[in-house]
């Protein structure tokens, strides 16, 4: 790794760089978001496949929540003029890159969970 691939220290993580991940984390933190994006990434493309697997989800809602990952460049939404009209819809390379961000985030969660698990039963 080279100095300039280093790691970021609070000397150079600077109000710009802060705003700008906060802002994403914001986004991508909505309840659903992350959901959404990993179910196209698992190959859902039809509606009904991100509604059974992203359980829990209300229909209303899932349509909002695909029509700002649009807007935001996570998702494309492509529309084939069929009989009825067949719409899918599946990750951009922004939302690829953004899982594989995700992903030391995630190891991370689950060891932390782990740790605070084994905490709660040693008490």
């Known amino acids: 790794m080279t100095d300039a691939q280093a790691q970021p220290t609070l000397e150079t993580i600077d109000d710009d760089k802060c705003r700008a991940m906060v802002q994403h984390l914001e986004f991508i933190g909505r309840r659903w978001v992350g959901?959404?994006?990993?179910?196209?990434?698992?190959?859902?493309?039809r509606f009904s496949e991100y509604r059974v697997l992203?359980?829990?989800?209300?229909?209303?809602?899932?349509?909002?929540?695909?029509?700002?990952?649009?807007?935001?460049?996570?998702?494309?939404?492509?529309?084939?003029p069929t009989t009825p009209v067949t719409i899918s819809y599946a990750p951009t390379r922004r939302g690829r890159e953004?899982?594989?961000?995700?992903?030391?985030?995630?190891?991370w969660?689950?060891?932390?969970?782990?740790?605070?698990?084994?905490?709660?039963?040693?008490?």
Request: zero cysteines; charged letters at 30%; a neutral charge.
């Open 35 to 45: 959901a959404i994006i990993l179910a196209g990434i698992r190959g859902a493309r």
């Open 54 to 80: 992203v359980e829990g989800i209300s229909d209303r809602l899932l349509s909002v929540r695909l029509k700002e990952l649009e807007a935001e460049g996570f998702i494309e939404r492509t529309v084939v």
């Open 98 to 107: 953004l899982i594989a961000a995700a992903q030391p985030l995630t190891t």
């Open 109 to 123: 969660a689950i060891a932390d969970e782990r740790r605070q698990h084994l905490r709660a039963v040693s008490d």
